[in-house]
């Protein structure tokens, strides 16, 4: 009977508890004056930071010494010029750009095969290939970039774009294959069997009918590999292991490495150059890609 009533005593506790925090969230999340507040004061505060961040890093390569003020109290024009003088910065944007169309361009050509069996058929062990598939993108880099960095050391790759490219194909792949399977799962293979049923062929049937469908799709997986190839670092710092094989991502990493001898100033402004180029090519990406594009419909079982 005591057990009986320490019970009953305590399920009521728990039980009002609980509906009251529930009673606090569903006020805080419908459609009033405080949700919208909570809402827009999360936002802001994120929007805050990251204007703060780049902000922060941007004022610094511009100015001569900033240490214990709220702004430098001078500003100058001369770190982004002394680039010149530690890098060749033509070469660098020339690298990362090689090796980002490159570990595109291969990656569209193995990803978009794998992507089409993927949504067009339905074969036991269909979700173990794809979660092994999806391995590169689900682990760290280093797990699998140090014995394929040494790998391509001893094959001589050490140290060459082709080497940064091949280096980058491994975890490009899955991301083209990811994006490019729901737009294939879209078009309907009534259309492919009515080409075939009017005598083209395989190739001509992919040409004139499902490569013109799936062409937005695979711009946009094309898009956002490249930036995501130019924003990967450790794959392309194990491998590239000479000036000559450098990227932009690998060039501030050794500049912030040497903050003792280098002006942090300058690293500022490599930073800056960085975000520059990469947030152009996010720009372009957004001209072509909708968020909703990504939502990956479940078939029916």
Known sequence: MASQTI???VTPTLTTRSKRQGAWWRFLTRDTFWGSLLFYAVIGFFVINIVALVATVV???FAFSWFKTILPTQFVT???PDLSQDH???QLLL???VVALGATGIALLIGFPAAYVLARKEFRLKGLLMAVLMLPM???SLVYGIPLATMLIRMGLGGSLIGVILANIVPTTPFVILILTPFIEQVDTALESASRMLGAGRFRTFRRVLLPLVLP???TAGILAVVRTIALFELTYLVATTGESQTLVTALYGDATGAGIRAHQLISAMAVVYMLTTMSLVI???FFVKPTQFVVRLKAK
């Open 78 to 80: 001369h770190w982004y």
């Open 217 to 219: 799709g695979m711009l």
């Open 95 to 97: 690298n990362t750009f």
């Open 88 to 90: 060749d910065m033509s």
């Open 284 to 286: 372009v990406a957004l």
């Open 7 to 9: 019970t009953s005593g």
């Open 59 to 61: 004022i610094d390569s």
């Open 138 to 140: 689900l682990i760290p």
